[in-house]
């Protein structure tokens, strides 16, 4: 019987190899999410990691991002990435400053209609439950300290209540809650990844560099030099009397020995995030940490986009071998009944 069959491999006949070839079991690869932290300008490494990720054939297939990571997902999701890089490049210290749209009377110091239209304008009428890739942004009801994960409605509006800066923006109305900054309560999200289906977690933590933070000062009081400070912080005679403008000027943006709101304001939540950050991570670790060393780009440095661009992705390909090695590790076969091997 099988006379005629070897005859036809020996004829070079494919079928008759075909027929005698064992079936090879096909790999399947696991659920990849990706959880991008906050940190304000800093986040334009985001891209750079996306960027590289994809170039390796990594592609994810949950997203969950918070603040500035919610910003860089969800663009990426909505497939309006390259828009969003194109406008970051362009981004100059004075096109910075026309998107400052300050207020004095609001709940919020920057009004962000600026920021909010240029999302709407890239993502017109995007809904986050039609998005082809599951996400979602992390934001937090100040008034009760709830985590809330953003999994439906309007995408710009997700966006603008995950990056709502207590202080800095005003809060976002979304189904009847209140929302700010999501990374008041987490600010690499792994945990939201997990819960949407991933089974393989990269975070990126784009504040993992920040040394120096959160040591102990042991013993530390007044001393004369406090007394100097608080003369020169006085106004005096008719300069004081009518300078009531510059003053107020010189309380917003500081002046030299003297940090001004905003800085204060956003140091006071850099070291919270970083607590919350470390708690976080080292309660939920995720399978893959990508940490950006972003130390040269503040927070507020939007104008250096292609900078903390390229560093993400110089970041993540000395990640890549961790990651590949991973999705292999998680990466079962099927031998044709069903079953994970």
Not at 104 to 109: E, I, M, P, Q
Not at 197 to 218: E, H, Q, Y
Not at 318 to 331: F, N, Q, Y
Request: hydrophobic share 45%; net charge neutral.
């Amino acid at each position: 019987m099988f006379e005629g069959l070897f005859a036809r491999v020996r004829n070079g006949d494919r079928s008759a190899e075909a027929t005698v070839a064992p079936l090879r079991p096909a790999a399947t690869r696991p659920t990849i999410g990706l959880a991008l932290g906050g940190g304000a300008a800093r986040g334009f490494a985001h891209i750079g990691v996306m960027r590289t990720l994809e170039a390796h054939g990594i592609v994810p297939d949950v997203i969950v991002g918070t603040s500035i990571g919610a910003v860089v997902g969800g663009c990426y999701a909505g497939r309006q990435l390259d828009s969003l890089e194109q406008w970051a490049r362009s981004l100059n210290v004075r096109s910075v400053l026309s998107y400052l749209d300050i207020s004095l009377s609001g709940s919020g110091l920057i009004r962000g209609g600026h920021l909010a239209k240029q999302l709407e304008t890239a993502l017109t009428d995007s809904r986050v439950e039609d998005l082809p890739i599951r996400f979602a942004a992390i934001a937090t009801e100040f008034n009760t300290g709830h985590e809330i994960w953003l999994t439906r409605g309007r995408l710009a509006e997700a966006l603008r209540a995950s990056y709502a800066l207590p202080g800095i923006f005003p809060p976002v109305l979304i189904g009847g809650r209140w929302l700010v900054d999501g990374a008041l309560v987490n600010p690499v999200p792994v945990s939201a990844a997990r819960a949407l289906g991933a089974r393989l977690v990269i975070a990126v933590n784009l504040n993992s560099d920040l040394f120096g933070r959160g040591t102990i000062i042991s013993d530390h009081g007044s001393d004369a030099s406090d007394d100097a400070a608080q003369e020169a912080a006085k106004p005096n005679g008719l300069r004081g009397l009518f300078g009531g403008e510059r003053s107020l000027r010189r309380q917003f943006l500081g002046r030299r020995g003297r940090p001004g709101i905003p800085t204060v304001m956003v140091e006071a939540f850099n070291v919270m995030q970083d607590r919350i950050t470390r708690a976080r991570l080292a309660g939920d670790p995720p399978d893959v940490l990508i940490s950006p060393r972003l130390g040269p780009v503040g927070w507020f440095d939007f104008h250096r986009a292609a900078q903390a661009i390229a560093i993400g992705s110089e970041a993540t390909e000395k990640a890549i071998e961790a990651v590949t090695e991973a999705v292999t590790a998680l990466s079962h076969t099927d031998n044709g009944y069903g079953a994970a091997k």
